[in-house]
T-cell receptor, first 115, second 117 residues
Framework: AQSVAQPEDQVNVAEGNPLTVKCTYS??????LFWYVQYPNRGLQFLLK??????LVKGSYGFEAEFNKSQTSFHLKKPSALVSDSALYFC?????????????FGAGTRLAVHP | GAVVSQHPSWVICKSGTSVKIECRSL??????MFWYRQFPKQSLMLMAT?????????EQGVEKDKFLINHASLTLSTLTVTSAHPEDSSFYIC?????????????FGPGTRLTVL
């Protein structure tokens, strides 16, 4: 079955420190992977995606993610966290079984960056 | 990037009434839109896929007679919650696919918070 796992409900980071938000996936076929961010009472904002090519993907607001096929992971990273990065982050994978355009979301990880 | 709007951004209604939520793609045409529901501190759950000019496809467990979806044009899809009950209170988010972009990327609306009293 196709699925996405975000093992951490919350990640706490001090401002200026590097951050990592973890995501692992299980899909049939080639994975199309996405990261989205959600601020309170707002919709999802696209951060970055991996379709093919370089395993290190750079996205919006200084975020990047590394696709690791052997570990089936797509962790989100940022070298230096900002307080304004505090939000809810979702990893998603394209559902190649039920529908080419459907997304399966992870449970979400709340990032808290402390001053 | 492509912009998707939702109206209203929040709505409060009495139990038993119906509520309509609009989802519009502002600067692109969207043959496919999706409707999600998000409960507090939970992930997005896909409710249905809305295709322009045809009937919506509902996910398992979603009542199609309760959540009416109409995709009348390439820029507008509506979700009507009929005979709303307090358990329908949730955050409803739509997304739209831009057929002009690569890999049919989804663009999300800002969401509509529904509270049923």
């Amino acid at each position: 079955a196709q699925s996405v796992a975000q093992p951490e409900d919350q990640v706490n980071v001090a401002e200026g420190n590097p951050l990592t938000v973890k995501c692992t996936y299980s899909v049939s076929g080639n994975p199309y992977l996405f990261w989205y961010v959600q601020y309170p009472n707002r919709g999802l904002q696209f951060l970055l995606k991996y379709i093919t090519g370089d395993n290190l993907v750079k996205g919006s607001y200084g975020f990047e993610a590394e696709f690791n096929k052997s570990q089936t992971s797509f962790h989100l990273k940022k070298p230096s966290a900002l307080v304004s990065d505090s939000a809810l982050y979702f990893c998603a994978v394209r559902d190649g079984v039920r529908g080419y355009n459907k997304l399966i979301f992870g449970a979400g990880t709340r990032l808290a960056v402390h001053p | 990037g492509a912009v998707v709007s939702q109206h209203p951004s929040w709505v409060i209604c009495k139990s038993g009434t119906s509520v309509k939520i609009e989802c519009r793609s502002l600067d692109f045409q969207a043959t496919t839109m999706f409707w999600y529901r998000q409960f507090p501190k939970q992930s997005l759950m896909l409710m249905a896929t809305s295709n322009e000019g045809s009937k919506a496809t509902y996910e398992q467990g979603v009542e199609k007679d309760k959540f009416l979806i109409n995709h009348a044009s390439l820029t507008l899809s509506t979700l009507t919650v009929t005979s709303a009950h307090p358990e329908d209170s949730s955050f409803y988010i739509c997304s739209a696919i831009s057929t002009s972009g690569s890999y049919n990327e989804q663009f999300f609306g800002p969401g509509t918070r529904l509270t049923v009293l």
